[in-house]
């Protein structure tokens, strides 16, 4: 389905989004927040930084992905 290591060579493009809505809402609290569309963890990176304390759940079709995403935050539930 997805390659992950092709999707991370363009990370930087891929997270700016990430940073700039987590820029946006920093000062917000949240009890969960759920990363729809998480690819490997990229995203879900910068949510897990600005909200430490948040239980945070990230989701995507691609087992690949998701396993990629395990690798990088082993502490955050991927489905």
Do not use: H
């Not at 987590?22 to 930084?49: H, P, Q, Y």
């Amino acid at each position: 389905m997805w390659n992950a290591e092709i999707y991370n060579r363009y990370g930087k493009e891929r997270i700016q989004p990430s940073i700039d809505l987590v820029a946006r809402i920093k000062d917000m609290n949240f009890k969960r927040i759920l990363d729809v569309g998480c690819g490997t963890g990229m995203s879900t990176e910068s949510l897990v930084l600005a909200w430490k304390s948040t239980e945070i759940i990230g989701v995507d079709l691609s087992k690949e992905m998701l396993k990629k995403a395990r690798e990088i935050l082993p502490t955050v539930t991927f489905i």
